[in-house]
T-cell receptor, first 111, second 113 residues
């Protein structure tokens, strides 16, 4: 089946630093989504991307839909303690109503 | 927040017993999904529904069945629970065909002893 490779698997950063993570696929996707999950809760949608090359921001978060349609990137600027959590990418192929998820990036922030 | 509830939130059961998890939505969304989440595997799709009585398998459907008799309810059943089905189960909903945004419930933690 389709797989998404998400990296890095974990990050340990200082408060105030910028964060970058990415997701790659062997398949072409027409949708990329980014979610955040905190302990004991379900994933929460952060950003949705529907067009190759699209760059979308949500506050300090910026995500991009790769030109090749096989990758996506998420950046967090000036990290704060509440950014701690696991970030998941998810993709869907043309016409599919199903998502494929990456394995997640666990973000830890040292104050 | 999307109006999605899952019940129970926690359950401990024994191998071989049947278990049913319930997902309830108040959004009248067409699509509903069941995922399981395990360390190192992210979220994996078990089954999904694209309407009342319309369901299909996901990538890890063996040992699970689903039913959807009403728009608002999607049930996941483990006919005979096994220890490998110990996991956190999430329900998700989606409305617009072609727009793949899914909204998740709070999850059910299931332990099979």
């Amino acid at each position: 089946g389709q797989q998404l490779n998400q990296s890095p698997q974990s990050m340990f950063i200082q408060e105030g630093e910028d964060v970058s993570m990415n997701c790659t696929s062997s398949s072409i996707f027409n949708t990329w989504l980014w979610y955040k999950q905190e302990p004991g809760e379900g994933p929460v949608l952060l950003i949705a991307l529907y067009k190759a090359g699209e760059l979308t921001s949500n506050g300090r978060l910026t995500a991009q839909f790769g030109i090749t349609r096989k990758d996506s990137f998420l950046n967090i600027s000036a990290s704060i303690p509440s950014d701690v959590g696991i970030y998941f990418c998810a993709g869907a192929i043309q016409g599919a109503q199903k998502l494929v998820f990456g394995q997640g990036t666990r973000l830890t922030i040292n104050p | 927040d999307a109006g999605i509830t899952q019940s129970p939130r926690h359950k401990v059961t024994e191998t071989g017993t049947p278990v049913t998890l319930r997902c309830h939505q108040t959004e009248n969304h067409r699509y509903m999904y069941w995922y399981r989440q395990d360390p190192g595997h992210g979220l994996r799709l078990i089954h999904y529904s694209y309407g009342v009585k319309d369901t299909d398998k996901g990538e890890v459907s063996d040992g699970y069945s689903v039913s959807r008799s009403k728009t608002e309810d999607f049930l996941l059943t483990l006919e005979s629970a096994t220890s490998s089905q110990t996991s956190v189960y999430f329900c998700a909903i989606s409305e617009l065909a072609g727009r793949n945004e899914q909204f998740f419930g709070p999850g059910t933690r299931l332990t099979v002893l």
